[in-house]
């Protein structure tokens, strides 16, 4: 291919360093003149059209806009984000909140189940977890949904979560489905930026202040089990739960993703999860796969016991039984 | 020439070369942007329509996604759809560049530069596309490598990142070495863009390969969760791309009087042929799986061509896909579809209209239709989300112009200089 | 020239090729590098053979220890025997009522009945549905202020779990695990106290099944259509 340098039909040496064509010189003096308006123009109305965008440096700090990744802080970062945070909080909300990071206690794994035979899809741990989480009250949001289930099929096709009438109906079961904090997860492996990521007690959490909103680990979620804040959340100030966790329960800014954390805000404290707490069937059992002889183990060595969408290799560390 | 002379002077024409390209881009950007009138109100209508997109992106921005109608059910909406078109678009250009360089096809050597610029302007659209669909663009740098912490090379997502931009990269350098060189009266240098062309060409099937494993590789999607989604991908790019660039070279001989000689389209339309039918062969045969078997995997399919439990959003588009890609197909097969005819352009436009729909609204949205817990909700865009799209296509239009208003001037006065000669 | 372009295309694609299996093996692995799985000694699959996760972690939880769970888990109790209204008031206007005792200790007890069909004055309206069992199944004829197990010994109402769990092993035994009948406070022993119910938290003694409920929340998602009973 190099031959090629030499070939015949190589130009002269001055004859590329001109510029190719008569054509270039033509100035028309006027034309430039309305195309360099038309530019000005142009560029001005860009500006104006994008003129919304103002919003981002009212409410982005310069501090929030350089955070780094939550793994990348360190303790004296934390102290300057979470009184950040608090401030911010008290600003839009209305609310004196404190910030807290609890780390995963050594040697424990969370697991969750679910007694299918007992739950009767009342749906006060949607309620609890709506309130302790600070959801969006608009959209009575919350991380769980309770599906009713017709007896005789384990089909979602033939379930419905917005079933209104007493409960629980003869024909029918309830099969509530939250974040099943996977061994195998699907949204981890989706996000572009680990901004989601499985801890040491198998939670799966989310940086809400890393997270650029792709929403690509809720397409990957079997479980339905992700949320995205379409908007800023609204939260009567005197109803924001004050007992916030940066992993967990803070309430989340606009166009970030997030997702059930099983409460880790308490359950690293050593208290029961909300939707637990809440639930007045007892159909709820929660503790530490590591522990021999905790209640989640009795269940699993006990019960006949199955998890969701076994056959995705997810993984689950969420299970559902029966008595 | 002693080899040391040469060298010498290499070295002085690199020199002059690398101080003298951005004054090129200067000069075409100037050159470009001259115009009959018919052009300036062409550029005036789009950079409108660019800005009306660029405003409703900026209130999407400050208000939230709520303004689209995406939920958390369809959390996918336009904006993908549209990415995901854009990729094929962009990759079609290689069905250009494999004529040109594999076969030697020298007609197809003279005008393979307009694929090249279509990709470049697609690709540009793409990112947009995704751009937009972030709900936190200011957190954009997180993506960068080194300074943001990106997810490689398990997230297929980062892949999708870095081959679309390396394709925008490659083919930026093939068109600016291969429009520089012509510019400057010198005869390319191979070394400098044929090993970058068939890395193209490469890239190009990688690009839309790694956007169909975006969505196969998800496990909960089973409408997407299908081994010939990307060799569905790839058919239909190699329908839409040459499509599209046969549509440009037309508009370009009508508005420029750039005559391309008849035998590249022609093989395009050859090509085009031979893709669609392998594109409805696997459309067919991935109907055939999803309805034969039934069961769960088939509710989306269901839903997106019959309804289901009473919902019938996707039913028209899926349909008017149907009959788009079959009459389209149908004109590509009749003999005047060879010719500079009236059934070749309609052809090919009912084939980009129909693939369009059947990669956007006939495969992201029913993707998530029913949900993974199989709850019904329905998606429309809303208006500001045909807004933004509107905006992204008439900039990518507007790019594409400029593209090929440098091309076509460049061209034109290499005509003119070999005349004078 | 085509030769050497052929080669230089395989190459490439070889290349791709490989890449892509380092991102299949990479994302294989991926969960285990992430420190969660391979960081300690856990049962990535405790569906499948949870006896087997048990010996592997055992090690982990015996320097945790069972000495560490200083605090105690507490069951709520029946305030006592319960009292009858009777429409009275006293001086204070305080409503007075009577214990069981008041009027079963001059009655004849009926070791037969089994409905509330047939008892009147203070029961009348009363329902009764729970199995098989006759009302001195549970209520001790000797002392209507307590209750009496199977083998006739008597229990105190605050004790009323012990008379449960005769019948009811299984829930008794999944209580005890803490599987039934829900709890608050602290799932770890050694951080804070527990509180669980008894039975007649939750089950009303005379018909023992739980209640039906009207759900009160709901989600409300846009454009999810509300109240799709059939769908």
Redesign the interface.
């Given at each position: 291919?190099?031959t090629?340098?030499?070939?015949p039909?190589?130009?002269h040496?001055g004859?590329?360093?001109?510029?190719?064509?008569p054509?270039?010189d033509q100035h028309s003096t006027r034309?430039?003149l309305l195309?360099t308006a038309g530019a000005a123009l142009?560029l001005a109305?860009?500006g104006e059209?994008?003129?919304?965008?103002m919003?981002?440096p009212e409410n982005?700090s310069v501090d929030e806009?350089l955070q780094q990744?939550y793994k990348e802080l360190t303790d004296e970062d934390k102290k300057k984000v979470f009184a950040r945070l608090e401030a911010e909080t008290k600003e839009r909300f209305g609310a004196d909140v404190t910030i807290t990071d609890s780390k995963p206690?050594p040697?424990v794994?969370f697991?969750y189940a679910i007694?299918v035979s007992?739950c009767?899809?009342?749906?006060?741990c949607?309620?609890a977890c709506?309130k302790e989480n600070n959801h969006h009250r608009g959209?009575?949001?919350?991380y769980i949904?309770v599906?009713e289930m017709t007896k005789g099929s384990m089909?979602?096709?033939n379930?419905?979560?917005?079933?209104?009438?007493?409960?629980?109906q003869d024909d029918k079961f309830y099969l509530p489905?939250q974040c099943q904090q996977c061994?195998?997860?699907?949204c981890?492996?989706?996000?572009?930026?680990?901004?989601t990521?499985?801890?040491?007690d198998?939670i799966v959490v989310v940086d809400y202040n890393?997270?650029?909103?792709?929403?690509?680990c809720?397409?990957?979620?079997?479980?339905?089990a992700?949320?995205?804040?379409?908007?800023?959340p609204e939260i009567p100030a005197e109803e924001v739960n004050p007992n916030q966790g940066y992993l967990s329960n803070r309430i989340r800014?606009?166009?970030?993703?997030e997702k059930c954390h099983f409460c880790l805000h308490r359950?690293r404290?050593?208290?029961?999860p909300a939707c637990?707490?809440a639930?007045?069937?007892?159909a709820?059992?929660?503790?530490?796969?590591?522990?021999?002889?905790?209640?989640i183990?009795?269940?699993?060595?006990?019960?006949r016991?199955?998890?969701l969408?076994e056959e995705?290799?997810?993984?689950p560390?969420f299970?559902y039984f029966f008595? | 020439?002693t080899a040391n002379a040469?060298k010498k002077?290499n070295v002085a024409?690199l020199k002059?070369a690398v101080r003298s390209y951005p004054g090129f881009l200067w000069?075409g950007l100037?050159?470009a942007?001259?115009g009959g009138l018919g052009f300036y109100v062409w550029m005036i209508v789009l950079?409108a329509i660019a800005?009306?997109g660029?405003?409703a992106?900026?209130?999407q921005?400050?208000?939230?996604?709520?303004v689209?109608n995406?939920?958390?059910?369809v959390?996918?909406g336009l904006y993908i759809a549209n990415f995901t078109f854009g990729v094929g678009l962009a990759a079609g250009g290689v069905m250009m560049v494999i004529p040109a360089y594999l076969y030697d096809d020298e007609d197809m050597h003279k005008v393979v530069i307009i694929g090249e610029a279509v990709a470049i302007a697609a690709i540009v659209m793409c990112t947009l596309s995704?751009l937009v669909?972030?709900?936190?663009?200011?957190?954009?740098w997180?993506?960068m490598p080194v300074i943001?912490?990106?997810?490689w090379p398990?997230?297929?997502?980062?892949w999708d990142?870095i081959v679309l931009n390396g394709y925008l990269v490659i083919n930026l350098h093939i068109v600016g070495y291969l429009l520089y060189m012509?510019?400057?009266?010198?005869?390319p240098?191979?070394?400098w863009y044929?090993p970058f062309v068939f890395l193209s060409i490469i890239w190009a099937i990688s690009i839309h390969t790694v956007t169909a494993f975006?969505?196969c590789g998800?496990?909960?999607?089973p409408f997407w969760n299908t081994a010939l989604l990307a060799p569905r991908f790839l058919a239909s790019a190699f329908v839409s791309g040459p499509a599209f660039i046969i549509l440009v070279m037309r508009i370009l001989r009508i508005t420029t009087g750039f005559a391309a000689p008849p035998k590249p389209a022609r093989t395009l339309i050859q090509i085009i042929r031979v893709a669609m039918t392998i594109n409805l062969v696997m459309l067919a045969s991935e109907l055939f799986t999803l309805f034969y078997t039934g069961g769960?995997h088939g509710?989306s399919a269901k839903y997106l061509f019959f309804g289901s439990h009473g919902h019938y959003g996707l039913v028209p588009w899926i349909w008017t896909a149907i009959a788009c890609n079959l009459i389209g197909t149908g004109l590509f097969f009749m003999p005047d579809a060879l010719e500079r005819s009236n059934t070749r352009i309609a052809a090919c436009i009912l084939c980009i209209v129909g693939i369009w729909i059947e990669k956007g609204m006939g495969l992201i949205i029913p993707?998530?239709i029913?949900?993974?817990?199989?709850?019904i909700v329905e998606y429309t865009p809303s208006l500001t989300e045909w807004k933004v799209t509107a905006g992204i296509w008439a900039f990518g239009f507007l790019l594409l112009t400029v593209l090929l208003k440098l091309i076509t001037t460049?061209f034109a006065?290499?005509a003119?200089?070999t005349e004078i000669a | 020239m085509a030769g050497s372009r052929g080669v230089i295309i395989s190459v490439m694609l070889l290349a791709m090729l490989a890449g892509a299996a380092v991102a299949v093996q990479l994302?294989a692995s991926?969960?285990v590098a992430?420190?969660?799985?391979a960081?300690?000694p856990?049962?990535?699959?405790?569906?499948a053979d949870?006896?087997a996760?048990?010996v592997a972690?055992?090690a982990?939880?015996s320097?945790?220890g069972?000495a560490q769970k200083t605090f105690s888990v507490t069951i709520r109790k029946p305030a006592g025997p319960p009292r009858v209204a009777t429409n009275l008031k006293d001086l204070h206007g305080e409503a007075v009522t009577v214990a069981c005792s008041t009027c079963h200790s001059t009655r004849s007890p009926n070791l037969q009945n089994k409905t509330s069909q047939s008892l009147d004055e203070f029961h009348s309206g009363m329902k009764f549905s729970h199995g098989t069992v006759s009302c001195l199944s549970c209520h001790n004829a000797a002392d209507y202020d307590s209750l009496q197990l199977a083998d006739g010994h008597r229990v105190e109402f605050t004790d009323v779990m012990t008379l449960c769990g005769q019948c009811h092993g299984?829930q008794m035994k999944?209580f005890e695990?803490?599987?039934?009948?829900?709890?608050?406070?602290?799932?770890?022993l050694?951080?804070?106290p527990?509180q669980k119910?008894n039975c007649v938290d939750?089950h009303n003694p005379h018909t023992p099944q739980?209640p039906?409920?009207?759900?009160?929340?709901?989600?409300?998602?846009?454009f999810?259509?509300?109240?799709?009973?059939e769908?």
């Open positions: 291919m190099t090629d340098n030499t070939s039909q190589e130009p040496d004859e590329y360093l001109k510029p190719l064509l054509i270039l034309r430039t195309k142009g109305a860009f059209a994008l003129s919304p965008l919003v981002i982005v806009f990744h206690i040697g794994r697991a007694n007992k009767n899809g009342n749906g006060k949607m309620e709506n959209v009575d949001q919350s949904r599906l089909d979602m096709e379930g419905s979560t917005t079933y209104d009438h007493t409960v629980p489905v061994d195998n997860p699907p981890v492996s989706a996000c572009p930026i680990e901004a990521w499985k801890e040491d198998g890393w997270c650029i909103g792709c929403r690509y809720e397409a990957a979620c079997p479980y339905h992700r949320r995205f804040n379409w908007e800023l800014p606009q166009g970030a993703m359950t404290e050593g208290r029961a637990q707490e639930c007045p069937t007892g709820r059992v929660f503790g530490d796969l590591n522990d021999p002889d905790s209640a183990n009795y269940v699993l060595k006990n019960k016991v199955f998890v969408k995705l290799g997810t993984k560390s299970f008595d | 020439m040469r002077r024409a002059h000069w100037g050159q942007t001259n950079t800005l009306v660029a405003n992106w900026a209130h921005v400050a208000r939230g996604m709520i689209t995406m939920t958390d059910h959390s996918w995704v669909d972030l709900g936190r663009p200011d957190r954009f997180h993506l943001g912490r990106v997810n398990v997230s297929m997502l980062t990142v012509r510019y400057l009266g010198r005869k240098n191979p070394k044929v975006l969505y998800l496990g909960g999607r769960a509710e993707g998530f029913p949900s993974t817990l199989h709850e460049v006065a290499e003119h200089k | 994302r991926s969960v992430d420190g969660a799985v960081s300690e856990t049962p990535n699959d405790p569906p949870p006896s996760s048990q972690t055992s982990v939880r320097s945790r069972e299984p999944d695990h803490g599987v039934h009948g829900g709890l608050n406070g602290y799932w770890d050694s951080r804070g527990q119910n939750c739980f039906k409920m009207q759900p009160t929340f709901k989600p409300k998602d846009r999810l259509e509300q109240s799709r009973s769908h």
